[in-house]
């Protein structure tokens, strides 16, 4: 059977199953794996491993392994890449919220930048704790702060709700840890400081033309504190007299953030401008590796939690049952992902790919960018429509661009923003939290979204066509 069309079958089960059987994402991907790797003949296998360097007699052996062990190895190996690294993001999120350490980011940032640059605190607050915190969190997190300032000034609510998605937004599928960005980089062998760098220069381009269009929407609508929406006066007080003496320092609660991006940001850097063999990037190798830094960076969230709870390590046990609950299903989700893409290159599907595209590697990114946004409008989930997207363009990355596969996950991610619509969990949280209608939601949030994932796109063909950085 033609590997294409093993692979319309695939995403059809992965769509189909989340859409028409309703099924659970990780059991969609599952199963669309299960699809894909009994469609894919033995000799096909075969030659594919040949192609990938293995000798004869491994190429058999590979080829002669059942269906299901082709997806339960491509299951382990994605629990193997990304598995340690989302559990302790998941921990680092947890203690960054409940240390109060979140908060602190989001006052300092609105208190450095005045009442005039309060939708910029937003938006680069909620950019940064968007970094390890999911995006639900981040704007529970910051919705009653955005109705207070609401309530004291009497204008501008619309600017807030903006600028608080468009710096969440950007950064739920950008840079990693959060899950998405992680599986991609890992799917198309992108290291992890590579793909923090990526993302924030994007991050910071994408969420600057979010912050132009959110003040121009302002103008243009308001958006009143319904009934229901508004905050009651008791609670405005406890916002407005809040005793921020509790909360932790600005360096500290920042740490756990940094640590990752100031370890693997700067050791790619190092390895780039200095080689692999230097000296000095191999004595910091140990702790450019993702698994190490995102450690550290969990001790260090760890220590903060533990010292601004009055309760000290008291119930630090449940705190972390209820993160590495949430970790463990993003877990699962990534790791059927990552089956699901095994099997797929498994099919031969890379040089029918190839051979589409007659060696014009650019014409991949707007494949990338709006295969993601196909699946993204159909089921609505923004991370499923990257795990499915790297699927079927992670091949091609095997083979080799003439351009770094950076640029790849990063249309990926700008592609996961356009449309969010009614099937989207996003959609109904921005609505409810702010008190929006759905016709007010779309217009408003789905449009800065969409219109930042363009921008996005066009960033990253850009720098793939002036600085292409291949290898």
Same mark, same amino acid.
């Given at each position: 059977m033609n590997p294409l069309v093993i692979l319309l079958i695939g995403m059809i089960v992965v769509i189909g199953g989340i859409l028409g059987l309703r099924l659970h994402a990780f059991l969609a991907l599952l199963l669309g794996a299960i699809v894909v790797s009994i469609l894919t003949p033995a000799e096909a296998i075969r030659e594919f491993w040949l192609s990938s360097g293995k000798e004869a007699a491994e190429a058999d052996a590979l080829a002669g392994k059942t269906f299901m062990e082709h997806v339960v190895f491509g299951f382990g190996d994605g629990c193997r890449k990304v598995g340690?690294?989302?559990?302790?993001?998941?921990?680092?999120?947890?203690?960054?919220?409940?240390?109060?350490?979140?908060?602190?980011?989001?006052?300092?940032?609105?208190?450095?930048?005045?009442?005039?640059?309060? !939708?910029?605190?937003f938006a680069g607050s909620s950019?940064?704790?968007?970094?390890?915190?999911?995006?639900?969190?981040?704007?529970?997190?910051? @919705?009653?702060?955005?109705?207070?300032?609401?309530?004291?000034?009497?204008?501008?609510?619309?600017?807030y709700i903006l600028c608080i998605v468009a710096g969440a937004t950007m950064a739920h599928s950008l840079? !990693?840890?959060?899950?998405?960005?992680?599986?991609?980089?890992?799917?198309?062998?992108?290291?992890?400081?590579?793909?923090?760098? =990526?993302?924030?220069?994007?991050?910071?381009? /994408?969420?600057?033309?979010?912050?132009?269009?959110?003040?121009?929407?302002?103008?243009?609508?308001?958006?009143?504190?319904?009934?229901?929406?508004?905050?009651?006066?008791?609670?405005?007080?406890?916002?407005?007299?809040?005793?921020?003496?509790?909360l932790p320092g600005f360096f500290v609660s920042l740490l756990p953030i940094l640590i990752p991006i100031v370890l693997l940001a700067g050791y790619a850097i190092l390895s780039v401008n200095l080689g692999d063999e230097h000296s000095l990037v191999q004595s910091l190798a140990v702790?450019?590796?993702?698994?190490?830094?995102?450690?550290?960076? /969990?001790?260090?969230?760890?220590?903060?939690?533990?010292?601004?709870?009055?309760?000290?390590?008291?119930?630090?046990?449940?705190? @972390?049952?209820?993160?590495?609950?949430?970790?463990?299903?993003?877990?699962?989700?990534?790791?059927?992902g990552a089956a699901f893409g095994y099997v797929l290159k498994q099919t031969g599907i890379t040089l029918e790919l190839k051979a589409m595209f007659g060696g014009?590697?650019?014409?991949?990114?707007?494949?990338?960018?709006?295969?993601?946004?196909?699946?993204?409008?159909?089921?609505?989930?923004?991370?499923v429509a990257m795990i499915t997207?790297?699927?079927?363009?992670? +091949?091609?990355?095997?083979? =080799?661009?003439?351009?770094? !596969?950076?640029?790849?996950?990063?249309?990926?991610?700008?592609?996961?923003? +356009?449309? !969010?619509? @009614?099937?989207?969990?996003?959609f109904w949280i921005i609505g409810r939290m702010s008190g929006m209608t759905e016709e007010e939601t779309f217009k408003t949030a789905s449009i800065m979204m969409s219109l930042m994932g363009l921008v996005g796109f066009g960033a990253v063909v850009t720098g793939a066509w002036l600085f292409p950085m291949a290898g």
């Open positions: 340690i690294l989302i559990a302790l993001a998941a921990v680092i999120g947890k203690c960054l919220l409940d240390s109060g350490a979140a908060e602190r980011i989001v006052l300092t940032l609105r208190c450095r930048f005045g009442e005039k640059g309060t !939708p910029y605190a950019f940064i704790v968007g970094i390890p915190v999911f995006f639900d969190t981040v704007f529970y997190l910051l @919705m009653p702060l955005a109705k207070a300032l609401r309530v004291k000034t009497g204008a501008n609510y619309l600017l840079v !990693p840890p959060t899950p998405g960005p992680l599986l991609v980089a890992s799917e198309l062998n992108v290291s992890i400081g590579e793909m923090m760098i =990526g993302g924030l220069i994007v991050g910071i381009i /994408t969420v600057s033309s979010g912050i132009i269009y959110a003040r121009w929407a302002n103008t243009k609508w308001e958006i009143p504190l319904r009934e229901g929406s508004a905050l009651t006066r008791e609670e405005l007080e406890q916002i407005e007299n809040r005793d921020e003496s509790d702790f450019g590796d993702k698994n190490v830094a995102l450690a550290i960076a /969990t001790v260090a969230a760890l220590r903060l939690l533990v010292f601004s709870s009055r309760d000290g390590a008291n119930g630090l046990k449940d705190k @972390m049952q209820s993160a590495l609950a949430s970790g463990g299903v993003i877990i699962l989700i990534t790791a059927a014009k590697d650019l014409l991949i990114l707007p494949v990338a960018f709006f295969l993601t946004t196909a699946v993204r409008i159909a089921q609505g989930s923004a991370t997207a790297v699927s079927v363009v992670a +091949p091609l990355a095997a083979v =080799g661009l003439a351009f770094h !596969p950076v640029y790849l996950a990063l249309a990926i991610g700008c592609g996961s923003k +356009p449309i !969010p619509w @009614m099937n989207d969990s996003g």
